[in-house]
């Protein structure tokens, strides 16, 4: 790990709406990675289909290492995808308020 004293405590918010198997969700995985790595803050939403991928592997690991990790409630129960202690299930007004606390906000389609 190799963390950044100019990144220390800055916020990113990261949005994935693809399905985990697809570029944009492993990319969008990868930037968490290397975020938490420089010691900075990360807030994941996973919307739509990207709701499938919140207990991929890789994404669960860096919940382990800090990583916020949110999902659409809404987008669960339309693909009756089980509610569970993997991410904190919430609706668009999280979204809203990552994007209005975090220094950066992206996201992958």
Do not use: W
Not at 25 to 46: I, M, N, P, S, W
Not at 53 to 58: I, K, T
């Amino acid at each position: 790990m190799n963390t950044s004293p100019a990144l220390r405590g800055r916020k990113l918010g990261i949005l994935l709406s693809t399905r985990a198997e697809e570029p944009p969700f492993r990319h969008g995985v990868k930037l968490a990675e290397a975020a938490l790595d420089a010691g900075v803050d990360v807030y994941l939403y996973c919307i739509d289909e990207a709701v499938r991928g919140v207990g991929d592997e890789a994404l669960q690991a860096l919940k382990e290492r800090g990583l916020k990790l949110y999902a659409c409630a809404y987008g669960a129960q339309r693909r009756q995808l089980p509610i569970d202690d993997r991410a904190a299930f919430a609706g668009l007004t999280v979204v809203n308020d990552l994007m209005a606390s975090t220094d950066r906000f992206v996201s992958f389609n």
